[in-house]
């Protein structure tokens, strides 16, 4: 089997695992110690570790030898090194950090077309339905939380003791659930609002991708990654 009908299939497959805007980079061969790179976008690196798993597999259908692989599930960069093929597997901010794409610009690159089906109307309502079926499913669980804290609360002036590890726990979990609630509420509210995927501390679109990954995401990955480092 030639290399184009190889990363053909490679593509496929990583296309139907939900690996996210897979490139094709078609190397100059005066430029490059090899023919092709296809890079592709995770979930998370759990995600990248099964697309992985699913890549290797298929190669070894395709009769591959001297399969290497690079990297490991905690890894944002898994390179799997099929000799003139390699497959780039990164999350979110594995790919924006090491920019392979922007580093080899002046070799051909192809963009499989699915990443451009979903536009942004779509995706904002495929995320206000899963949302809003969060938000009840949270309010649900906090009502079993205060429950246990109240039945943990009584328990200790019954014991006469001044905390208990489960009163700890539940409060930590309850604290957690009351978060998500508030993430969840404002990213509604930008939608009502009509502000919903615009970065709300530089005014920038947010990518598709990281919404997809994260539906309540209010910051672009610059100004997520400036916040955090502060």
């Not at 939900?18 to 759990?46: C, H, N, W």
């Not at 206000?128 to 009584?154: F, G, T």
């Not at 309850?174 to 404002?186: C, D, L, Q, S, V």
Request: hydrophobic share 35%.
């Amino acid at each position: 089997m030639n290399d184009e009908l190889i990363v053909k299939a490679i593509e496929k497959i990583l296309d139907e695992n939900k690996g996210a805007d897979i490139a094709t980079i078609k190397m100059s061969p005066e430029k490059s110690l090899f023919d092709y790179s296809i890079i592709v976008t995770s979930q998370s690196k759990r995600h990248s570790e099964s697309l992985a798993d699913k890549v290797i597999y298929e190669c070894k259908k395709l009769n591959i030898k001297n399969i290497k692989l690079e990297g490991d599930k905690n890894s944002d960069w898994i390179l799997i090194d099929l000799g003139d093929i390699m497959v780039d597997i990164f999350t979110e901010e594995g790919r924006q950090h090491y920019a392979l794409e922007e580093l080899w610009k002046d070799h051909q690159i192809r963009k499989l077309g699915h990443s451009e089906v979903e536009d942004m109307d779509d995706i904002e309502k495929k995320n206000r339905v899963i949302l809003e079926n969060r938000l009840r499913s949270l309010y649900e669980e906090l009502k079993m939380v205060e429950s246990s804290l109240k039945k943990d609360k009584h328990k200790e002036i019954i014991d006469k003791a001044t905390s208990t590890e489960s009163t700890l726990i539940s409060g930590i979990e309850y604290e957690r659930k009351n978060k998500e609630i508030h993430a969840i509420k404002n990213a509604l509210k930008r939608m009502e609002e009509g502000n919903y995927g615009i970065c709300v501390a530089c005014g920038k679109k947010i990518d598709k991708n990281r919404l997809e990954i994260m539906p309540t995401a209010k910051f672009c990955m610059e100004c997520r990654n400036r916040h955090a480092d502060k």
